[in-house]
């Protein structure tokens, strides 16, 4: 990696490179002085040996030897300026040097500030990031409760719409009646809960239809256990069967906690049960009309004389329209020894039970 130089690592080399320069120079006036003295040495040695040899001095040797000294003397000047002017250009040059030092020193002075002032500008981005990433993250969390808890709400909402317009329904269907029906009963005395065989049928706009409760009930116990995985993180699940006799069943199941005994004590199991049903018509009208069913070799009286009578309980769900029909039919049962539950119903209410519902009662 390359280290930027700072300040104090340039200055010794510029000192460094004076230095030099300096040295050469001084070596150079030194040559020149050596050499200026020795020709001066030179200059006055020649001109004693001519005083000895010639005492009378000749003029054109003196003349000579004072032309050489003179001739050596402007060498040298001339040398010395030639080194006097490579010192002022030696010196101009590591001025030059010097100011572009200066210059690479302060600019680099520069981009290391420059560079500390993006250093904290990454690291306060870095730290708002974090902080964003994390404040995401919690939100995202935060919606997904929210989310879950307004899809529980919105099944709970529907539940309740629906109970509402049941209960709304039957007030219409109470409200419509305009006089209380009466409804004559055979001379049972007392009103038994039904345990036995049991068929039901229902009575809706002056026609008689069988309703297949039992086939239902035998299928919900072989479909359910392989539908519990719907239930999966949700408390419940509804599911629609497939038709038998005109119905479709759509019912829905809920997760549940059961208590059971053990030697230990009591324990917990999570557990499955059935929370509510209905049977929805596939298509209307249903069945055969009522005046059809009650004459000999009809559809429905022919089921019925297949069956024995004994132990057998046909639980008509009655709604408003048809009441004087219950009568009719629950007279023609009697005649044939089977006994007959009534299901008061509200206009516009589907055939459904659950668990925590009643038992058809017989007379």
């Known amino acids: 990696m390359i ?29 020149v002085m050596v050499v200026g003295v020795r020709a001066k040495d030179a200059f006055q040695a020649a001109r004693g040996a001519a005083s000895a040899d010639h005492p009378t001095p000749a003029h054109s040797s003196q003349e000579s030897d004072l032309s050489t000294a003179q001739q050596k003397s402007q060498d040298l000047a001339n040398q010395f300026a030639a080194a006097k002017r490579a010192f002022e250009t030696a010196q101009g040059r590591a001025a030059a040097i010097h ?16 560079l500390a002032a993006r250093s904290a500008q990454r690291q306060r981005l870095s730290a708002t990031l974090a902080f964003v990433r994390k404040l995401l993250d919690r939100k995202s969390a935060e919606k ?4 879950a808890a307004a899809v529980a709400d919105q099944r709970e909402i529907g539940r309740l719409e629906r109970r509402l317009a049941q209960l709304h329904q039957a007030y219409e269907a109470l409200d419509r009646e305009d006089a209380p029906v009466v409804i004559e009963h055979v001379p049972t005395p007392i009103a038994k809960t039904v345990f036995g065989r049991e068929e039901h049928y229902r009575l809706l ?27 999966g993180g949700d408390p419940s699940f509804t599911e629609t069967t497939e038709e038998i006799d005109g119905f479709r069943m759509q019912y829905t199941i809920e997760s549940a906690t059961f208590t059971m005994e053990t030697r230990a004590g009591p324990i917990q199991q999570k557990g499955a049960q059935l929370d509510r049903f209905v049977l929805l018509p596939v298509r209307e009208p249903l069945g055969e009309s009522v005046d059809d069913a009650l004459r000999e070799g009809s ?65």
């Not at 510029?14 to 320069?21: E, K, Q, R, T, W």
């Not at 997904?144 to 989310?147: H, K, L, R, S, W």
Request: glycine letters at 8%; a positive charge.
């Open 3 to 31: 280290r930027r130089r700072s300040r104090s690592d340039a200055a010794p080399s510029y000192d460094s490179f004076l230095d030099i320069v300096t040295n050469v120079v001084g070596i150079l006036i030194i040559l």
């Open 99 to 114: 100011q572009d030092i200066a210059a690479v020193v302060e600019r680099s002075a520069l981009l290391e500030r420059e």
């Open 144 to 147: 997904g409760e929210v989310a």
């Open 205 to 231: 706009g002056g026609r008689i239809a069988y309703v297949p409760l039992n086939a239902f009930t035998e299928r919900l116990k072989a479909e359910i256990p392989h539908k519990l995985w719907r239930l």
């Open 299 to 363: 559809r429905f009286l022919r089921e019925l004389e297949r069956v024995d009578p004994r132990g057998l309980t046909v639980t008509l769900w009655t709604y408003p329209d048809s009441h004087d029909d219950f009568r009719r039919v629950k007279q023609k049962l009697a005649d044939l020894g089977i006994a007959v539950a009534a299901r008061p119903m509200p206009q516009g209410t589907p055939i459904g039970g659950s668990p925590h519902g009643s038992r058809s009662a017989a007379e």
